[in-house]
């Protein structure tokens, strides 16, 4: 499947067409379940199907073809093969002869919740699974009533299977290509009947993933792929420190130089645009750029570290969620602890840089994205351009890395401003440092606990007061187009936004009769924004760390700790029990290793992980950590597709564990991190053996993009305590001596 051309007439002209091209051909396509205009369509997922929005995910064509639109972003997690599957199974189609088409944006295919299209938050299958059912459901009910009316039988004495419609007294059918038309003009079903799970053919079993043959063999388009006809390519720079402002240079020797066609100012910096990557970007590195200190010149680590501690003392908290009466158990327990734990920024370092191409005319504007955040994206470019809806036309490419990153649109403001300032397409695309120094990182955080244990040495009260800007504020209420209408609206109170600052500690799977979590937001100046695991991460690897220091403080097994304070969670119960099974949790350990354990109740779903790891001397200065091997549980709900469910979960870990030895920082305002030499991902040689359970479980089915991470950095932690005796409580690990091999 391509979605991007790369040698047709015109910017415009696809191979495939998109959903707008095919809307606009008409009958003359030949679809069945053809459509009316999108923004008819009706947006919610649960509701009743209508006729629009069947037409908006599906179409069927007389060669039996059945393509199925995507809304949600592929970036690795699957997605691009679970959400059409879940449809595909619920209607009857002969899986191989399913098409995929990524949708542009249009209300039809909003996130049912938020009415906002996104792909984000391990929510895709969450919200949409429920759609997908329902209207392949829909479909199939009105092709069987189609064939039911040809052949001149009752629907009910016909099934579906692969695609075709059986009459089995007869010995007759109808492929689904065959009676679309007529089906297309029947009244949709309101409440249309799903199949029972024991007729599903798909869901619940491995299928071979639709992206990944064009992977191999080099075929698929990523955004750094594009090329259409005519189009340059820009190289940009902008000041080491965000928002400086750059002093008066040489622009005409530098718009002499060979090769380069124009050079546009942006926002702190200049976009020189070229034929090619090589000739842009060198034209910039050999011109002298100086830059005006910015709002940002006293911002550093340290001084962000030293406001933090000030605040856990003297700041005014709100109080997220209240049980019992903490302060006064607190006061009333002879002895408390109490523990304070730092999370750095971090940066989202997709593997593919961030890039957009865009061609910009008065009559219309295209861009080709890589992006997490198509309505945004849309929004961005009618506010620049000034265009209505339907002279704004994205086209989604895949994804090499989202992590949250390309929910923002700061990307595509950049490659519209040059397109637009130059009159061709034009492919911007970021360098490692333009990347890395213009992120929206994953907020900085501190933490403080307190808590005392009863008698029988469990926690009678605790407290959890957490300092953090907001992981979501940068993307709603401070976007770049706050004077615009709609899209700028806060789709919830601000304080909701703030709910990421402590979730997953203010419900968290443990009963304790007296518990506070409060938290106070601070306003950074920083951009930063939400980070693969939000929330969830950083404030897991404080509450597993603290139940790990309770557990030791009571003499108990970290294990038996945890089944015994989440007793009253059943899924937690079952995570912790399977994963103790799969690891062989208190049993032999092999000689020189320990293992450490955290559980984690986050994006609807649980997992318990077990690592075991050995610490060895080092380089003299650090002890290295090797993690050997990761045993993961996990209750999801219904696992709609183990193999990809797996991969998620493992490459998850991965990822995790990279996170604990790289952090952005700062001094004078300036990233001192700007590419991998000093931000170092896990490599291949230093993954650890990962074993993967899931909980046969009745539960709703969710999201597993983000599970995978979020207890990994507690695990690895108490697996070292258990080896050390040390508490790590800042993060990265090199902060505490050790480091991750």
Request: proline share 7%.
């Amino acid at each position: 499947m391509k979605v991007a051309a790369e040698d047709d007439s015109s910017p415009s002209s696809h191979q495939h067409p998109s959903r707008r091209q095919v809307l606009a051909a008409g009958a003359g396509a030949a679809a069945l379940l053809h459509g009316r205009t999108l923004a008819q369509a009706q947006p919610a997922a649960a509701q009743p199907p209508t006729r629009a929005a069947v037409d908006a995910w599906l179409r069927i064509t007389p060669d039996d073809t059945v393509t199925i639109m995507l809304a949600q972003s592929e970036m690795g997690q699957g997605i691009a093969t679970t959400l059409p599957m879940v449809l595909a199974d619920e209607l009857g189609a002969d899986w191989p002869r399913v098409k995929l088409e990524w949708s542009d944006f249009d209300p039809a295919y909003r996130h049912p919740q938020y009415q906002w299209m996104f792909t984000g938050n391990s929510e895709s299958i969450s919200t949409f699974f429920p759609m997908m059912r329902t209207i392949g459901a829909a479909a199939r009910i009105l092709l069987v009533e189609a064939a039911a009316v040809r052949l001149g039988v009752a629907p009910d004495s016909l099934r579906v299977e692969a695609g075709r419609i059986f009459h089995d007294t007869t010995k007759r059918k109808l492929s689904f290509g065959a009676v679309a038309t007529e089906a297309a003009k029947r009244d949709v079903p309101k409440a249309p009947q799903l199949k029972p799970d024991s007729a599903l053919q798909l869901i619940g079993k491995s299928q071979p993933r639709i992206d990944i043959p064009s992977k191999v063999d080099g075929s698929a388009v990523f955004g750094i792929d594009v090329k259409l006809p005519g189009m340059l390519v820009a190289a940009i720079r902008r000041a080491p420190s965000p928002g400086a402002t750059l002093k008066p240079f040489d622009r005409d020797a530098l718009k002499a130089r060979p090769g380069v066609r124009a050079v546009v100012e942006i926002p702190s910096g200049l976009a020189v645009v070229a034929q090619d990557y090589w000739t842009a970007k060198r034209a910039l590195d050999q011109t002298e750029l100086i830059f005006a200190p910015g709002p940002l010149a006293d911002y550093s680590t340290e001084a962000q570290r030293a406001d933090h501690a000030t605040r856990l003392k003297t700041a005014a908290f709100d109080v997220t969620a209240k049980v019992g009466d903490s302060e006064a158990a607190l006061a009333a327990a002879g002895k408390t602890y109490h523990a304070t734990f730092e999370i750095p920024a971090q940066a989202h370092a997709t593997m593919e840089p961030m890039n957009c191409t865009a061609h910009v005319t008065p009559e219309r504007c295209e861009l080709w994205c890589p992006t997490q955040g198509v309505e945004m994206a849309h929004a961005v470019a009618k506010r620049l351009t000034g265009l209505p809806d339907e002279r704004v036309i994205l086209h989604r490419t895949l994804l090499g890395g989202g992590f949250g990153r390309r929910l923002l649109a700061d990307f595509m403001q950049i490659a519209i401003v040059v397109a637009k300032a130059v009159g061709q397409p034009v492919k911007v695309i970021w360098s490692r440092e333009e990347d890395f120094r213009y992120d929206a990182y994953r907020p900085p955080m501190t933490h403080a606990v307190t808590a005392a244990l009863g008698t029988d040495g469990l926690p009678v009260a605790m407290t959890h007061r957490v300092v953090s800007p907001s992981h979501m504020l940068y993307i709603f209420p401070r976007g770049v187009l706050q004077a615009d209408g709609d899209w700028t609206r806060p789709i919830a109170p601000p304080q909701a936004y703030d709910e990421m600052s402590v979730e997953g500690v203010a419900a968290p799977p443990y009963a304790i009769a007296n518990t506070r979590v409060e938290q106070h937001r601070v306003e950074t100046p920083l951009a930063v924004s939400v980070w693969r695991t939000t929330g969830h991460g950083p404030n897991n690897f404080v509450l597993e760390s603290v139940i790990d220091d309770l557990a030791h403080a009571a003499g108990r097994d970290p294990l038996a700790y945890r089944l015994t304070l989440a007793a009253s969670d059943l899924r937690a119960v079952a995570v912790l029990k399977s994963v103790a099974t799969q690891s062989g949790w208190g049993g032999t350990v092999p000689a020189g290793r320990t293992r450490g354990l955290a559980l984690a109740k986050a994006f609807g779903g649980y997992i318990a992980q077990v690592v075991e790891l050995s610490v060895a001397t080092g380089d003299g200065k650090t002890k290295a950590v090797k993690c050997h091997q990761v045993w993961s549980a996990v209750d999801i709900g219904r696992v709609l597709d183990p193999g990809i469910a797996t991969s998620n979960i493992e490459g998850g870990v991965v990822w995790g564990l990279s996170g604990l030895r790289t952090e952005v920082t700062f001094s004078g305002g300036e990233v001192q991190e700007t590419n991998f030499d000093g931000f170092d991902p896990l490599h291949l040689w230093e993954t650890p053996t990962m074993t993967t359970r899931f909980i046969d479980s009745e539960a709703k089915p969710t999201g597993v993009g983000e599970l995978g991470p979020v207890p990994i950095h507690a695990a690895v932690c108490n697996a070292i305590f258990a080896a050390t005796g040390e508490r790590i409580r800042a993060l990265p690990l090199l902060r505490s001596g050790y480091q991750l091999t």
